[in-house]
């Protein structure tokens, strides 16, 4: 048995780690929230010439070609990190066409997202809804009309996979934003370091990228990298909460003495082991192919949630009220929980589609 | 990544599963009827003596006191095929995984000779008597005393919720022996003779209506200075080699225990006001709650078991399953119960899958406190994983004798 990343993985994550210390955290993320560029472009540009864009691209298309566990790695350390660059949306575009793009289409996008010529985005949400059924946005004829919003690092972006209502049902689409028929506009949200974007598609061309089964596998996919990035957060919501307990002091001893403090602390630990559990066994799956894919990918994702607003919301807590000020870095967990939950469907969503999961499965064996 | 076994642990769960398949042919089915542990000491002997004498007992013992020398992975290879049958094993669970190690490793040549191969091959069964009315999750807090008497000790006290004492030849009995000393300084462990004039086990009965535990009497027991585990004063330091095991054997749900399976069973038979139960929101994300938890610390285990497979220790995760098992197992059952209304309450009447619920939600109020309590098992976490410094101690450092309660 051999239930842990791979040897190749684990020095990617170690790499990553040590360049998002030097390079990211909460002070990059800070001069990101004061600034009025929409991402960190220098940095961008590092994680390209390291290779990270093109780590999970196959040779073929001028990539790396390393497993889908190089992707779940990238994106906890992103995630860790509150890196303000595009990483983890390129991340899930990449396996997006991987898993379902033809020939042609890797052809045409890979090897530009690889180098870096190409920033792609996802994007899923709209508003008010999560059930792909109820999408405004709708394909007739090789076009798309509609809007997605919030659309992370939506200005950074070249290209977008967006989905929306086609012929057969829910679909993923690949629009080119420099095509006619798209518009591109800032849209303000509660993270105030990672920017989103509004899209507004009139008449523009859709490509097709797969089939209503391929969209469901690539939401499982992106929901699986989506828990890696949530654990390297709420890993760091936790990891500042623990310094700060073994630091302050209050009634003559360090509040982390206290069991109402350290209690919450190691239930933090608890929720994120629980979900580490489920994202290394969705990994799996992923890269298996295994039959359990939708199920251990939902598990991961309402883990993995529930592990980053915990520590988030209590990180806050721990500290107190210099905590809540705006001076302090808790913010930016508490913030960076809710965007995760927007970009790909709440816990309500996410443990309904798990049940569903078990439920099919309970018939399929009966 | 991958579940399979390596080259060398698939040889040997194919060795155990077609030995069980002829040696365990008998327990193929569960007992026709619940059997009580005392009823079940002639069979429990003899499984033990098969597997003896097949080499499948003492598996990661070292040679030299009768084990196989193998690897933790060999274990709990051969456990986990056992468990597909309904062998009885509970007999000799704790003598044989906590307290015959901490014979090998604290006793005298005499006594390793004495006791580790009878306790090996079923003969005799061990106890552990740890607990007392005052001392709990403060273990190092014990009052009963063994006093020296030329080359024997005296023992007087009371020890509590001990498994099998009433079934037991032996057991491992930490005492104080120096009240003058600080609380963890002044201790002592003994081997007792459980048939020995001034011993009185008494089966207690717990809050579920059950009688798994015992409490058991000490009045002028006497014990030689030869069967002393350790250094006069030692005793914590030996205990804790004990309290190692147990934590690890504790840790697991529950064979028997009901999980998101039997929730999802119930709900889909009940209507409720608003419609059929399974559909409700509030019943699929108790369902999803439920299985992030089992599945997780199944999955928490199979990380463990890689890294012993890979002959690494395991990581510190291993620690939130007690904690976690617990918790959900009563939250689960007490969801389930609410969601059956009246019938949820009621015990007459011939539902199992509503008294597997209601057994569970009883039972589970013991496992959050056996073998170290939620709050106990926070506090590890936070100070072993985490770092965070120890709670507060006032008496860590005053002689015994002089503690007062506040």
């Known amino acids: 048995m051999d239930f842990d990343f791979s040897d190749d993985a684990k020095a990617l994550r170690e790499q990553a780690r040590k360049f998002f210390d030097e390079r990211a955290g909460p002070a990059v993320a800070r001069a990101s929230m004061n600034g009025t560029a929409s991402f960190d472009a220098a940095l961008w540009q590092a994680v390209v010439d390291l290779g990270w864009t093109a780590a999970r691209v196959p040779e073929a298309h001028g990539g790396v070609g390393m497993s889908s566990e190089a992707a779940c790695v990238l994106a906890e350390e992103a995630g860790r990190s509150l890196a303000p660059i595009p990483l983890a949306q390129a991340l899930a575009a990449t396996e997006a066409l991987i898993a379902l793009g033809t020939p042609e289409q890797q052809a045409r996008w890979l090897p530009g997202i690889a180098d870096g010529s190409v920033v792609a985005v996802t994007g899923w949400a709209e508003g008010g809804t999560a059930s792909p059924a109820k999408a405004s946005a709708k394909v007739d004829g090789g076009a798309i009309n509609g809007t997605k919003s919030p659309i992370a690092d939506l200005a950074a972006a070249t290209m977008a996979i967006v989905s929306a209502a086609g012929p057969d049902g829910p679909a993923l689409y690949i629009v080119d934003l420099k095509g006619e028929g798209v518009g591109v506009a800032p849209v303000d949200t509660l993270d105030l370091v990672r920017r989103h974007g509004t899209l507004t598609l009139s008449g523009a061309a859709a490509d097709p990228l797969g089939t209503t089964a391929g969209y469901h596998d690539w939401l499982d996919r992106a929901a699986i990298l989506g828990s890696f990035e949530a654990m390297g957060t709420a890993t760091a919501a936790m990891d500042m909460a623990v310094a700060y307990a073994k630091e302050r002091t209050a009634f003559g001893q360090k509040i982390g003495r206290y069991q109402g403090i350290k209690h919450k602390c190691a239930d933090m630990y608890i929720k994120l082991e629980l979900a580490r559990a489920h994202a290394l066994h969705a990994a799996w799956a992923m890269e298996a192919g295994a039959a359990e894919l939708r199920q251990a990918a939902s598990a991961a994702r309402v883990a993995s949630l529930d592990a980053l607003a915990f520590a988030a919301e209590e990180n806050v807590q721990i500290h107190g009220g210099i905590g809540f000020t705006w001076e302090s870095d808790c913010q930016f967990y508490y913030r960076r929980n809710r965007a995760l939950v927007a970009a790909l469907g709440s816990r309500n969503f996410w443990a309904d589609r798990l049940v569903r999961s078990l439920e099919q499965r309970n018939a399929a064996a009966a | ?406």
């Open chain 2, 1 to 406: 990544m991958d579940f399979n076994d390596t080259p060398d642990d698939a040889e040997y769960r194919a060795k155990a599963r077609a030995w069980l398949a002829t040696a365990a042919a008998d327990y193929r089915d569960p007992p026709a009827r619940p059997v009580s542990r005392g009823e079940n000491v002639p069979e429990s002997r003899k499984w033990q003596k098969i597997k003896h004498a097949a080499g499948y007992t003492g598996i990661t013992w070292p040679k030299a006191f009768g084990g196989q020398g193998l690897s933790p992975m060999h274990s709990i290879i051969f456990n986990q095929e056992q468990s597909k049958y309904h062998a009885p094993t509970e007999l000799f669970a704790i003598g044989l995984g906590m307290c015959i190690p901490t014979v090998f490793t604290h006793g005298s040549p005499a006594l390793i000779e004495r006791y580790v191969a009878k306790a090996l091959e079923g003969e005799e069964v061990w106890c552990q008597l740890f607990s007392e009315p005052s001392a709990g999750s403060d273990l190092a807090g014990i009052r009963t005393k063994a006093v020296r008497d030329g080359d024997d000790w005296v023992i007087d006290g009371q020890k509590v919720w001990t498994t099998n004492a009433h079934l037991s030849d032996f057991g491992i009995i930490v005492t104080r022996t120096d009240p003058s000393a600080p609380k963890h300084k002044g201790l002592t462990m003994f081997i007792v003779d459980m048939h020995a004039p001034g011993v009185e086990a008494r089966p207690l009965k717990q809050m579920s209506g059950g009688s798994d535990f015992n409490e058991v009497f000490f009045t002028g027991v006497r014990v030689s200075d030869s069967h002393r585990l350790g250094a006069v004063g030692d005793g914590w330091k030996v205990s804790l080699t004990t309290l190692m095991n147990e934590r690890l054997a504790v840790g697991g749900k529950p064979g028997h225990a009901p999980g998101y399976r039997d929730l999802m069973a119930l709900a889909a038979r009940i209507e409720t006001d608003m419609g059929p139960a399974i559909e409700a929101r509030d019943v699929r994300q108790r369902i999803a709650v439920t299985y992030i938890a089992d599945e997780g610390i199944r999955l928490t285990q199979m990380r463990a078991l890689s890294a012993l497979s890979k002959g690494e220790a395991p990581g510190p995760e291993q620690s939130i399953s007690k904690v976690v098992v617990a918790k959900t197992m009563q939250e689960m059952a007490a969801f389930a119960l609410d969601l059956s209304e009246a019938s949820g309450f009621t015990t007459a009447g011939g539902d199992p899958g509503l008294h597997k619920l209601q057994g569970s939600y009883m039972a589970s109020a013991g496992l959050r406190i056996a073998g170290g309590t939620d709050e106990i098992l926070r506090n590890i976490i936070a100070e072993r994983v985490l770092g965070l410094p120890g709670d507060m101690r006032p008496d860590k450092d005053t002689p015994f004798n002089e503690i007062r309660a506040a």
